[in-house]
């Protein structure tokens, strides 16, 4: 992205001057390289850089700086170029050359449309059509016209030798300059010392297979002699390893090296005449670069299809973690994992300065957040009032990005204020959206200018937010139903106080005809003997506090049961709360002459949960359990509770009656909702039960008692379980 930018921004960014400095330099080493490879008289150089360099430039400069780069190039032409020929040739020879490097660059421009790159197949065939070949051709016609008829020399030869040496040119030095424009946007610090090693290699044995074949040409036996066909191992592991760029390098250093040493006399070529030795050489060389760069451009685009195949596999098996995580959560551990995923998703993006928020359909507060920089915890982004234009926006747009140093669309003007209010420099809205309904939003803010805020980025976050939509529903479903059977478990508990209400009395009547009578006491003592008073009062108003405390109890015990409101998980003590369900039902025990036995073990340990909805559970099956007992014939009565702590049950409680039992094969069956067999009977209490203890990751059973009667058996997770933390996967 960075080098993207970059080696379009090259020409632009640059100061005029510096541009104009760093053009005149290049063109005149370029030059008097091309120069240096010539065959006297011949006005053509074998190898003539110059072209390509502008060429080059051209490309990674804005189209209205042409004119400065074209320009720049002139004082270095005149300067070499005055010495050898005429005013006239020299400024006819300058016009083909920028007439090359204009159709080459302008051509590559207009039928690429977009940043030069050689990355994929495409660009490589559009920059060998129309740079490397239609460029050198159509330029020479002009060039040779201006040569033949100033110098004599032949029209055809004189194209012929043009045309040769600059697709070479082209086709060395454009690729060469993009790889130093690559480098100087700091590709090459990621080059670690095994690349650098690699490369210095390639590099010792292009020069030491130049020496080999310059100096030693008739190493190679047989005839034809061919001793060039040394350097294609080398060109091709320049292609394979540094792509089109290292090709390019590496053939402008075999080209140099070789027709440097041909042009003077030495090499494989003295036994032909030298100037059919160079054109087979020059032959040879585009040839191997047209071959070698499209074969490096293949392979450049199968690297990058098969990196963005592993990207999407690699966030596919995120997507599918994630989705998994949520089946089966508890919705009171969704939260803690949202905010998991958000973190997992920015690290697998690889963002930094971010902070991400899931908002719920409230859009007040964020459900779950996570951040990677300093964020003042007090800020709370209050989305519909805040960013209201977003908000609106992203339920058709799918998903939106705001900067605020960008023109923000008509209407987003609150928005704008709002990111710069929390110092924001930019901000992403995902929705999330299931079932057509928008649940909430995801937010992604950060105080840094981003440029990748686009698609496919974009369309990942969609697909994530999706995921995160479903466990979002799942949850308000979820919160929904438990709402529901709370409030459906608060009319049971009602319904167990009608049963209750005349134990209730019973119980009350007690302490209150105590405090009567000691109130009443209390009056004759205060009209009777005035030296017995201060004693016995004393006494009596002892009796009325404690029976009143009793009275205050019972009243508690019962409010406490039929408080309605959330869940609220703590730890309880089961023996404690065996002992207050026994005192609630001891008047409804001796009504109905039904003795009631406890026997708990002092080993049980606490459980996590309730302690209303598990109190819950035990009155209801003990209050089953006293009803079942009193209307059987059988003698002695009895209810047993018994708690134990077991290796199979870290909890097992159970109720046992000697009550008719369970009709036969009804076990499971008294579990269903509204299953009753009594005549005013809800069939809802042992449903609820279930459902409860399930909830509290316990089991309820029903059994027939050992020898009559039913038994309920209930089991718990003691509290000091290993946690495990399920969304994490
Ligand atoms: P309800 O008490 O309103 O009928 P429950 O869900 O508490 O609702 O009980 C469902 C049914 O289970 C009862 O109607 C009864 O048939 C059976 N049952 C529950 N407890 C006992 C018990 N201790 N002995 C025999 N049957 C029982």
């Known amino acids: 992205m960075e080098r993207r930018d970059f080696s379009a921004q090259f020409g632009a960014r640059s100061h005029p001057l510096v541009l104009a400095v760093l053009v005149c330099a290049a063109y005149y080493a370029a030059a008097v390289v091309g120069l240096a490879l010539r065959f006297p008289p011949a006005t053509t150089s074998v190898l003539w850089p110059p072209n390509a360099l502008l060429t080059a430039m051209l490309l990674f400069t804005p189209t209205r700086r042409w004119w400065l780069v074209l320009l720049a190039a002139l004082p270095a032409h005149l300067v070499l170029e005055l010495r050898n020929w005429s005013t006239v040739v020299v400024a006819g020879l300058f016009a083909t050359n920028c007439s090359e490097a204009l159709v080459a660059a302008g051509g590559v421009r207009l039928l690429s449309r977009e940043p030069f790159r050689l990355g994929t197949v495409r660009q490589m065939a559009i920059f060998i059509g129309v740079a490397a070949l239609f460029a050198p051709l159509v330029s020479s016609f002009p060039d040779a016209a201006i040569v033949s008829s100033f110098h004599g020399e032949r029209y055809w030869d004189v194209w012929n030798r043009r045309v040769v040496s600059n697709v070479l040119s082209e086709l060395a030095v454009v690729p060469t300059v993009a790889g130093a424009v690559s480098v100087a946007a700091g590709s090459l610090s990621r080059w670690r010392g095994r690349r650098w090693m690699e490369a210095s290699v390639l590099f010792a044995g292009l020069v030491a297979t130049a020496l080999l074949v310059s100096r030693q040409p008739a190493f190679m036996p047989g005839n034809p002699r061919w001793p060039l066909v040394v350097f294609l191992p080398i060109l091709l592991w320049a292609a394979l390893r540094f792509g089109p760029e290292g090709v390019a390098l590496s053939l402008l250093a075999t080209a140099v090296l070789t027709l440097g040493a041909a042009t003077h006399g030495v090499g494989p070529f003295t036994e032909q005449s030298a100037d059919e030795g160079v054109l087979a050489l020059q032959i040879f060389l585009i040839v191997v670069a047209i071959s070698l760069m499209s074969a490096s451009a293949l392979d450049n685009e199968r690297r990058r299809a098969e990196r963005a195949l592993s990207e999407r596999l690699q966030f596919e098996e995120v997507l599918s973690r994630m989705s998994a995580a949520f089946v089966g959560l508890p919705c009171d551990e969704m939260p803690r994992a949202f905010a998991f995923w958000l973190e997992r998703l920015a690290g697998f993006f690889g963002w930094r300065d971010v902070r991400l928020a899931l908002y719920d359909e409230s859009q007040q507060v964020a459900l779950a957040h996570w951040s990677t920089f300093h964020a003042d915890p007090h800020t709370r982004l209050s989305l519909r009032t805040e960013f209201p234009w977003a908000v609106e926006r992203v339920k058709t747009e799918g998903a939106i990005a705001l900067h605020v140093s960008e023109d923000m669309p008509a209407g987003a003007e609150q928005d704008r204020e709002a990111l710069a209010r929390h110092g924001l420099a930019s901000a992403v809205f995902v929705p999330l959206k299931s079932g057509g309904h928008m649940g909430g939003l995801i937010v992604i803010m950060t105080p840094t ?31 929904a139903l438990r709402e529901s059977r709370d409030e459906l478990s608060h009319l049971t508990r009602v319904s167990a106080m009608g049963e209750l209400a005349a134990s209730l009395a019973h119980e009350l009547n007690q302490p209150l005809t105590g405090i009567l009578s000691n109130a009443q006491a209390a009056r004759h003592i205060l009209d009777a003997n005035e030296r017995r008073r201060r004693v016995d ?193």
Do not use: C
Not at 545 to 573: F, I, N, Q, S, Y
Not at 581 to 602: G, Y
């Open 449 to 479: 200018r981003r440029t990748e805020w686009a698609e496919p980025l974009l369309g990942k976050l969609r697909i994530a937010a999706d995921v995160l939509a479903n466990a979002l529903a799942r949850m308000r479903a979820e919160a």
């Open 537 to 729: 009062l004393q006494e009596i108003v002892r009796d009325i506090v404690e029976d009143a405390k009793r009275a205050r109890d019972v009243v508690g015990r019962m409010r406490d049961l039929l408080r309605k409101g959330a869940t609220e998980r703590a730890p309880v003590d089961l023996n404690e709360l065996v002992t207050v369900v026994a005192k609630i039902v001891t008047s409804d025990s001796l009504i109905r002459q039904v003795s009631l036995e406890l026997d708990l073990s002092p080993h049980a340990p606490r459980v996590e949960g309730d302690r209303v909805q598990l109190q819950q559970v035990v009155l209801n099956l003990t209050l089953n359990a006293l009803e079942a007992a009193s209307i059987s014939d059988h003698h002695p009565r009895t209810v047993l509770v018994k708690t134990e702590a077991n290796d199979r049950y870290p909890i097992h409680l159970f109720v046992r009656d000697t009550g008719p039992g369970l009709i036969a094969g009804s076990e499971q069956q008294v579990f269903e909702p509204f299953y009753t067999t009594k005549k005013s009977g809800m069939g809802m209490g042992l449903a609820i039960a279930r459902s409860i203890v399930e909830a509290h990751g316990g089991s309820i059973w029903a059994a027939t008692g050992r020898d009559r009667g039913a038994e309920f058996h209930l089991t718990l997770p003691a509290i000091d379980r290993t946690v495990t933390q399920p969304w994490t996967s």
